[in-house]
């Protein structure tokens, strides 16, 4: 069947094919009359070596391929997270940063209101305290001037009484006179 | 004389004339010569050179064939010069036969089977070793180095390049396949064109075997894409047409089909076979031309374009391992894209 086959096959090449006639009995062998010892051999041989090439070579050689470029591929993955991680970062970062400066100047503005503030409220304070020490001041001053002047009165009193006494001190006993004098006197000092 | 090589490159080209003798054969039994223009076409040693030329001899000794022929002997290096510098080692005979049909098959060792038995061997070990170095590196992180890294930049170059866009959508499971029809003719190739050795895919059976294989590979691959639509490859029956026009194109085509199928796998085994045997036969040709004019004034020349052409084989070499899996690639991806 095969064999069939085979010359079928030689056959349609060999347009002219005197060589298939001589080849026919005699031991000769055309050059294109397949050998059958030769066939089998490579039938063989060729499938010995397609067993052990695609068993022990072409498979692992090519599992070594592809796990490198699948190593590759991951790599090449991994940088692109990688990549894409940074960038996300950089964006929080940029956005920490602004964050962190807006809230600096807000602080800032807020220590220079509370610096104004506490300013003028100390500003205030002072006038307060100025003013306040200014009335006892004044309120003391008019206390001692009063007592001064109440003092003064009084001791010109005793010298008066001390002076009416010396002038008078014969007939008039001392409690009718200071009376006397007393109401002079306050009269003068309520005018 | 002269122009017998050009007839015996031109017969060979047109893979035509049985250049089937060999008369000084280190093959036990001497076939005998049965054409006219194998005669002429003898390259003539010193005997041979003696009779004048276009005679019927017998005493002339071909060279060219049992070099591109199969043999039963190897042939290895030696320094007596008497002997073409070459001592015969038979091979064993008498080894089991069996027949297929009609179609004897005799399983004892032949010069080209032992040189399909070395390229396997060098291929295994070549690329089991880069796959160890793979695994070696791939352990530290590392991509190979040195043999293991060409080994790698060819396997990605055919997989990437050449088998999986021609294969088409789920082609993974063909690259072992291809990978190693590729690298199977690339070595047998390459070993063809070392000294003392033979070319084991300038042989037609070794070609036809490795076309039927991948016809097979072919076929069952657009079964199991195709599945019943598969008989659509072999039965042309257009949908879009009328029933009346249907019947006579089906018929018309589906021969056509069916031959084509054939064809694909014929058209690979002869590419392979014919481009390997002929780049041998130019060479061994312009060699033989120094030996025709019996002069050593003349030998430079020829054997300058015998160096061209060698450097032209090594191409060649790398060239048809390509094409077969290139084609190869393309006919799997035809069959399984194919819906009629």
């Known amino acids: 069947m095969r064999s069939s086959l085979i010359r079928a096959v030689v056959l349609l090449s060999a347009t002219a094919a005197p060589a298939l006639a001589a080849g026919g009995d005699a031991p000769a062998r055309g050059l294109l009359d397949p050998a059958g010892g030769l066939m089998f051999w490579t039938v063989l041989v060729f499938g010995t070596t397609f067993f052990i090439l695609s068993k022990f070579a072409f498979k692992p050689i090519l599992s070594a391929v592809e796990g490198r470029e699948q190593a590759l591929r991951d790599a090449m ?25 807006t809230d600096a100047q807000k602080i800032i503005a807020d220590g220079r209101a509370t610096a104004e503030k506490m300013r003028n409220d100390l500003l205030e304070q002072t006038r307060t305290q100025q003013h306040d020490m200014l009335e006892r001041a004044k309120r003391d001053i008019e206390a001692e001037k009063q007592g001064a002047i109440a003092e003064l009165r009084r001791e010109a009193v005793d010298l008066a009484i001390a002076g009416a006494g010396k002038v008078i001190e014969k007939n008039l006993d001392d409690a009718a006179n200071r009376a006397l004098v007393d109401k002079y006197l306050s009269s003068i000092g309520t005018k | 004389m002269k122009s017998g090589f050009l007839r015996l490159v031109l017969a060979a080209l047109c893979a035509a004339a049985p250049l089937a003798a060999q008369e000084h054969a280190p093959a036990p039994q001497a076939p005998a010569a049965d054409s006219a223009a194998l005669h002429a076409a003898t390259a003539g040693d010193e005997a041979g050179a003696q009779k004048t030329a276009g005679a019927e001899s017998t005493a002339k000794k071909d060279i060219i064939t049992p070099h591109i022929t199969d043999g039963n002997a190897l042939e290895l290096p030696s320094l007596n010069p008497d002997h073409g510098f070459a001592t015969h080692f038979a091979l064993p005979t008498g080894w ?28 295994i070990f070549l690329m089991v070793s880069a796959a160890r170095a793979h695994q070696r590196r791939a352990a ?40 190693s029809i590729f690298f199977f003719i690339l070595t ?84 392979l076979f014919a481009n390997m045997t002929a780049g041998h036969i130019v060479v061994l040709a312009l060699i033989g031309l120094v030996f025709t004019f019996q002069s050593y004034l003349i030998a430079p020349a020829p054997l300058a374009m015998a160096v061209a052409i060698m450097l032209l084989e090594l191409m060649v070499a790398f060239l048809q391992a ?14 399984r894209e194919s819906h009629h």
């Open chain 2, 322 to 335: 390509f094409i077969f899996t290139l084609l190869s690639s393309v006919f799997i991806g035809l069959v």
């Open chain 2, 188 to 271: 047998a190739n390459l070993l063809g064109l070392v000294p003392y050795m033979g070319t084991a895919t300038g042989n037609i059976a070794v070609t036809a075997t490795l076309a039927l294989v991948t016809f097979l590979v072919i076929e069952i691959a657009g079964m199991r894409a195709l599945g019943k639509g598969y008989l659509g490859t072999i039965i042309y029956w257009p949908h879009d047409m009328p029933l009346y026009m249907r019947i006579p194109i089906s018929l018309i085509i589906s021969p056509v089909e069916l031959m084509s199928k054939f064809i694909k796998p014929t058209a690979l085994a002869i590419r």
């Open chain 2, 140 to 179: 530290q992180g590392l991509p190979p180095k040195g043999l293991a890294g060409a080994m790698e930049a060819m396997i990605l170059y055919m997989r990437n390049e050449v088998i999986l866009p021609n294969v088409g959508h789920h082609g993974e499971a063909f690259v072992p396949y291809l990978l």
């Open chain 2, 96 to 123: 089991p036969k069996f027949h297929i049909g009609s179609f004897e098959v005799d399983t004892s060792p032949t010069k080209l089977t032992v040189m399909l038995w070395i390229s396997a061997a060098i291929l």
């Open chain 1, 77 to 101: 993955d991994e940088a692109k997270a990688d990549r894409e991680l940074a960038a996300q970062l950089l964006a929080e970062q940029k956005q920490q940063l602004d964050a962190a400066r």
